[in-house]
């Protein structure tokens, strides 16, 4: 519908799950990937690598290597 609308509450979202999780929080990282499959459907390709990037890297330090939600990260990274 409106983009620049959805951008905004996603944004938005992000800025909450930041001060009350903290970025180093796995559920701080799942909004990233929401909001990078946001742009990757709005053809926003860097910004959805970097916020990927973030995302696995957080992931990475905080799940067990094998955790599935690595791998959708993993996954959202080869679409690009």
Do not use: C, W
Not at 13 to 31: C, M, T, V
Not at 51 to 70: A, N, R, T, W, Y
């Amino acid at each position: 519908g409106k983009p620049d609308e959805a951008e905004k509450r996603y944004l938005e979202a992000q800025a909450i799950r930041r001060k009350h999780l903290g970025p180093e929080n796995p559920a701080f990282a799942l909004g990233l990937d929401s909001l990078a499959i946001f742009y990757m459907g709005q053809t926003k390709l860097v910004e959805a690598d970097t916020l990927l990037k973030e995302s696995l890297k957080v992931k990475k330090e905080k799940l067990p290597k094998d955790h599935g939600s690595i791998g959708k990260t993993i996954g959202l990274m080869a679409d690009l």
